[in-house]
């Protein structure tokens, strides 16, 4: 499956994105955690995953990251103008650890334009708790049995907070769980999809 190398450019910006899988696919757009790069969906399999699935998979250098230069950026509107900017309507977003200050002030700002949200574990979730109950899309909270970097009260607080969530546990991870056992991230990120387009 081809992965393109491409560039966009966000609130003045260049942003590198890796995106793979049919143009015309369901769009999820993967951000990645501080320690890691949209090289990093690649490496695991899940842009390859994703396309064979018929999705449309762009994983995000976020500034600062991976090919993506550094910029003063107001994370609380990036995310929105990245989605602009790529001209992708309705995805879902896949958010880990760190890239929760881009993903959060928008599933819970505007929902409407996502149609679901994948939380790996990010941080901030406790600084949104009176906004969570009006994330009105689907939500699927990840976390790694041994995560000890973002407490499972959070995705607690989360899957209980907003309407349609629920959880995973993925048994023996720790903190980046997607990548130390990716093929059970995968099985439960497809089967959330599936759910998103019913």
Same mark, same amino acid.
């Given at each position: 499956?081809?992965?393109?190398?491409?560039?966009?450019?966000?609130?003045?910006?260049?942003?590198?994105?890796?995106?793979?899988?049919?143009?015309?696919?369901?769009?999820?757009?993967?951000?990645?955690?501080?320690?890691?790069?949209?090289?990093?969906?690649?490496?695991?399999?899940?842009?390859?995953?994703?396309?064979?699935?018929?999705?449309?998979?762009?994983?995000?250098?976020?500034p600062?990251?991976g090919?993506?230069?550094?910029?003063?950026?107001?994370?609380?509107?990036?995310?929105?103008?990245?989605?602009?900017?790529?001209?992708?309507?309705?995805? *879902? %977003?896949?958010?880990?650890?760190?890239?929760?200050? $881009?993903?959060?002030?928008? !599933? @819970?700002?505007?929902?409407?334009? =996502? #149609?679901?949200?994948?939380?790996?574990?990010?941080?901030?979730?406790?600084?949104?708790?009176?906004?969570?109950?009006?994330?009105?899309?689907?939500?699927?909270?990840?976390?790694?049995?041994?995560?000890?970097?973002?407490?499972?009260?959070?995705?607690d607080?989360?899957?209980?907070?907003?309407?349609?969530?629920?959880k *995973? %546990?993925?048994?023996?991870?720790?903190?980046a769980? $997607?990548?130390?056992?990716? !093929? @059970?991230?995968?099985?439960a990120? =497809? #089967?959330?999809?599936?759910?998103?387009?019913?």
């Open positions: 499956m081809e992965i393109q190398s491409l560039w966009t450019t966000v609130a003045g910006s260049r942003v590198h994105y890796l995106a793979a899988g049919p143009a015309r696919g369901r769009p999820v757009v993967l951000l990645h955690g501080a320690s890691f790069q949209a090289k990093t969906w690649q490496d695991i399999g899940t842009l390859d995953t994703l396309a064979a699935a018929g999705y449309r998979a762009c994983a995000i250098d976020l600062g990251f090919e993506s230069p550094p910029a003063q950026v107001n994370a609380d509107t990036w995310l929105g103008t990245l989605l602009d900017a790529l001209d992708v309507s309705k995805p *879902v %977003v896949v958010s880990p650890s760190m890239s929760g200050r $881009y993903a959060l002030p928008l !599933v @819970t700002r505007q929902p409407q334009r =996502l #149609a679901g949200f994948v939380a790996v574990a990010p941080v901030g979730i406790p600084q949104y708790k009176e906004r969570l109950s009006d994330i009105s899309v689907p939500v699927l909270a990840i976390w790694g049995e041994n995560d000890h970097v973002v407490p499972h009260a959070n995705q607080l989360l899957a209980r907070s907003a309407p349609h969530a629920r *995973v %546990v993925i048994p023996h991870a720790g903190h769980a $997607y990548m130390q056992d990716a !093929v @059970t991230f995968h099985a990120l =497809l #089967a959330f999809l599936k759910e998103v387009e019913r």
